[in-house]
């Protein structure tokens, strides 16, 4: 049973975000104790892309529940115009969730965090000198609490309304690799689609004995992806039709920080999803879960025991280290939604754009320099084109979804 008092720290929710933050305190010398609703090892609805930019923020061994460790992508526009790019360093490692969360847990635990399985966190209630929280074994306190709890955060709904957030979808499957199947996949290559819808992408990560298959865009087109997602398996080829048609895939949701979102605050802390940390070009969240998570910690450690002081250091170093990135990121999304055609051929003709797309997957460089490279010389009109691809993109995505949107393709 957990112990109703005497805790430092209680940190909801046991995935990336929240076995880090708790592996940062535990080894500061906390009391940390990790509740999480699952039991360990679980599925988790994810494509399971860890772009390499995460690997200064998991400061131990994890590297052994890599399945694949991708070099190259294969493209296409709108399921044609097939092409490829490599890089010689790893751009993304491909983990099976439910083996990397409990990696990073176990990991947790060993440092010395408390960790408490299916045990839910129905609500929390600041309160002066600490957070009360209830949950299905009842009533808990601590000084502070860390929202680890993922986009439907119990947690952050004391900080944030739901529009604190913009909003993406995704559907998934992780699918066993059939033996005929193998020669098709290259264990070092993802392949993605691009523009069949007007934002979102879809994607194939190989992962030895199975691979991670699933699409993603805004929610307003959320209704649209499974219909595109079959349209991908098709073209790709991979799985005969009958095949295509059985597959069931599940969704979750993608929330990416606004000027709106309020991180921490009252004796709380967000981190990864729950704070909105999934980047909105890539999808990825995973690395920011955990840098978020070393950010958190340190505040906490720093500054414990003045709640607002906490708070406020934690904010600073995630709008400086993170936030930043996040709203760059969102800014080429527009671009690429508003200029599709543009967008592609950047991808695949300029050397540039694609190294240091590269170097923003592996943390070497910021997407303020993917954004410059995409614009060129028309970067000195970097403001006015946000304010137009903001237009052109809401007038894109006010365009009803047809299925004569795939399948189009232009000329290589």
Not at 9 to 24: D, E, K, R
Not at 167 to 193: C, M
Not at 247 to 272: C, S
Not at 361 to 368: A, I, K, P, V
Request: aromatic share 10%; charged share 20%; glycine share 8%.
């Amino acid at each position: 049973m957990i112990a109703s008092t005497g805790w430092d720290v209680v940190v909801a929710g046991g995935g990336p975000a929240g076995a880090m933050t708790a592996w940062h305190l535990a080894k500061a010398g906390l009391k940390v104790a990790v509740l999480d609703a699952s039991r360990f090892p679980r599925d988790k609805a994810c494509g399971g892309g860890v772009q390499a930019r995460t690997e200064p923020w998991i400061p131990f061994e994890w590297k052994s529940v890599v399945k694949a460790s991708i070099h190259r992508a294969d493209f296409t526009y709108r399921l044609a115009s097939r092409f490829s790019r490599e890089y010689p360093e790893p751009l993304v490692h491909c983990v099976l969730r439910s083996e990397f969360d409990a990696h990073l847990l176990g990991a947790a635990r060993e440092a010395g965090a408390k960790v408490f399985e299916s045990v839910r966190v129905n609500s929390v209630d600041p309160r002066p000198g600490g957070v009360l929280l209830n949950t299905t074994l009842g009533e808990v306190r601590a000084r502070y609490v860390v929202g680890a709890d993922g986009a439907n955060t119990v947690v952050g709904q004391a900080l944030n309304a739901r529009d604190s957030f913009f909003w993406q979808a995704a559907i998934y499957l992780e699918i066993p690799v059939a033996p005929g199947h193998a020669k098709r996949l290259t264990q070092d290559s993802l392949r993605i689609d691009w523009a069949s819808l007007p934002s979102g992408y879809a994607w194939i990560f190989p992962k030895r004995e199975t691979v991670n298959i699933g699409a993603g865009c805004p929610v307003a087109l959320a209704k649209a992806l499974r219909h595109y997602l079959r349209s991908f398996l098709l073209a790709e080829e991979l799985f005969e039709t009958a095949v295509v048609e059985k597959l069931k895939p599940v969704g979750h949701l993608l929330p990416t920080l606004t000027q709106k979102t309020v991180p921490a605050g009252r004796g709380l802390f967000l981190v990864g999803d729950a704070a909105g940390l999934v980047e909105p070009l890539t999808g990825e969240g995973i690395s920011y879960a955990c840098h978020s998570a070393s950010l958190a910690a340190r505040s906490i450690v720093t500054s414990f025991g003045t709640e607002a002081e906490a708070s406020e250091s934690y904010r600073r170093g995630l709008q400086k280290e993170i936030g930043v990135d996040l709203a760059l990121a969102r800014r080429i999304l527009s671009f690429g939604v508003s200029f599709p055609r543009l967008f592609y051929w950047a991808f695949r003709h300029s050397d540039d754009v694609w190294i240091t797309f590269c170097k923003v997957l592996r943390g070497e460089t910021t997407f303020e320099q993917l954004r410059n490279r995409i614009l060129g010389p028309f970067k000195v009109l970097g403001s006015s084109i946000d304010a137009m691809v903001a237009r052109a993109e809401r007038r894109r995505m006010a365009m009803p979804f047809s299925g004569d949107l795939l399948g189009e393709s232009i000329r290589s």
